[in-house]
């Protein structure tokens, strides 16, 4: 039994981590590595930024402190660490990113005779993995969630004893990236587990009716922790096991969305940054800066909108059906595209993921694998007053608007005067539809 290096990445955590059993059968020393890597740190928003400095921290001290750190281009850091200890195998997690896919050919070229190993993903089921009947990868989700529930997946993986090695440099990182006032969860595994526990036991009965809600705490907000692999979906699904009724099928649902969305970057890179119907390359789009300031401030005039923008400035999250209003706020009131609007997610998701965060705006933009969405225009007032009937999840976030009752707060300029501070709608949602629908018919 020699010696072996772990490299962790988007697997945070000690339970249910494949990798690490898989290097426990190799060897009976392992090195914990992990590589601050520019190429993905500095696309990155503060918010992620210091919650992954929070999650390695917490990795760290679940080592005993032997975690090594290193800053650099994993092509060259990788090798020098695993000759440096003597290692005959580097392990790690799948990674199947489009970025991910380059960096781990390029690494595993350069070990010269060291193998490389991967073992697990951030997924139940690796994305790639399912394809339809005829070898096609799956475009809709209907047929994939149906697939991914035949195939199923392993049971989580057991616990694993190593030695593990004092690393010659002791832990350390560059000082933590300053979020501002923003308020983010707790990081690291533990935290991760207790939240999941804590949802079992009380929050998954009535999930399934509750989950669209953004003024109740319905959600799991697992969604950071799941990104930096601090849990993974594996042991979510195990305690889930064979739990049926809509609650349980909501969530696994909610899983397998985020396995589908990978699994089509998989087989579509280029999706990330491109629409992956290019019919819509076509479509045209506006310039208005102003109209875009607006949406990222939460000044739109329209209240649930104006309330999930706020909320991801200051927590680096947001409601999923909210994340979905402001979406469609942005690409068919405002008229400007989808990726303007990724873009600025990805700056301040404590959650944000590629694949997650690319897909979900390309659903509610018409540009993506749902067969027929470009007529799905969401009305902010009519969503507000339908998931937030009596306003107090838009009174939590624009506080100019705290003094209005009910659901009379989703309109505020129907009020004898407009409230101080408020701005009036900076767009009609009735003419912007019919416009959205008019760019879409010259495309079609």
Not at 75 to 81: C, D, G, K, Q, S
Not at 282 to 297: G, I, P, S
Not at 299 to 307: K, L, N, S, W
């Amino acid at each position: 039994m020699g010696t072996a290096l772990l490299w962790f990445r988007r697997d945070l955590r000690l339970a249910d981590l494949p990798a690490l059993a898989c290097a426990a059968e190799r060897a009976s020393r392992v090195l914990a590595l992990y590589v601050l890597d520019d190429a993905l740190l500095r696309p990155a928003g503060e918010p992620r930024r210091a919650f992954l400095h929070g999650c390695l921290e917490a990795l760290a001290g679940s080592l005993d402190g032997r975690l090594l750190v290193v800053h650099g281009d994993p092509v060259r850091e990788v090798p020098r660490v695993a000759h440096s200890i003597g290692a005959g195998s580097v392990h790690v997690s799948t990674d199947t990113g489009p970025y991910g896919r380059r960096r781990d050919r390029a690494v595993a070229a350069a070990l010269d005779g060291v193998d490389w190993v991967e073992c697990g993903s951030p997924y139940a089921v690796t994305p790639g993995r399912l394809t339809k009947p005829d070898g096609q990868p799956y475009r809709v989700f209907s047929p994939f969630y149906r697939a991914w529930r035949r195939h199923g997946w392993p049971a989580p993986a057991p616990s694993s004893t190593v030695d593990w090695i004092e690393p010659e440099e002791p832990f350390s990182l560059p000082p933590a990236p300053d979020p501002g006032p923003m308020s983010l969860p707790r990081p690291g595994e533990a935290a991760a587990q207790e939240i999941w526990r804590s949802f079992v036991e009380s929050g998954l009965d009535g999930y399934a009716a509750g989950r669209d809600r953004p003024d109740r705490p319905a959600t799991t907000r697992l969604s950071p922790y799941l990104r930096w692999g601090c849990l993974h979906p594996r042991t979510m699904l195990a305690d889930l096991g064979s739990r049926r009724g809509a609650d349980a099928e909501s969530l696994r649902s909610e899983l397998a969305w985020r396995e589908f969305y990978a699994d089509v970057l998989y087989h579509r890179p280029e999706t990330a940054r491109q629409n992956y119907d290019r019919r819509f390359d076509r479509l045209e789009y506006d310039t208005d800066q102003d109209a875009f300031d607006r949406w990222r401030t939460g000044r739109t005039g329209y209240p649930i909108v104006d309330a999930g923008m706020r909320q991801l400035l200051a927590e680096g999250w947001m409601h999923n059906r909210v994340r979905m209003i402001v979406a469609s706020f942005l690409v068919k009131d405002l008229h400007l595209p989808w990726w303007l609007g990724a873009r600025h997610f990805m700056r301040h998701l404590v959650d944000g993921d590629l694949a997650s965060n690319q897909l979900n705006w390309q659903w509610v933009a018409g540009t993506g694998t749902d067969p027929a969405p470009f007529f799905r225009i969401f009305n902010p007032t009519t969503q507000g007053e339908k998931f937030d009937p009596d306003g107090d999840y838009v009174r939590r976030y624009v506080p100019e608007l705290r003094e209005i009752p009910g659901k009379a707060v989703h309109q505020p300029w129907k009020l004898p005067r407009l409230p101080t501070g408020y701005p009036r709608p900076i767009v009609d949602h009735a003419h912007e539809r019919t416009v959205a629908l008019d760019r879409y018919n010259a495309i079609s």
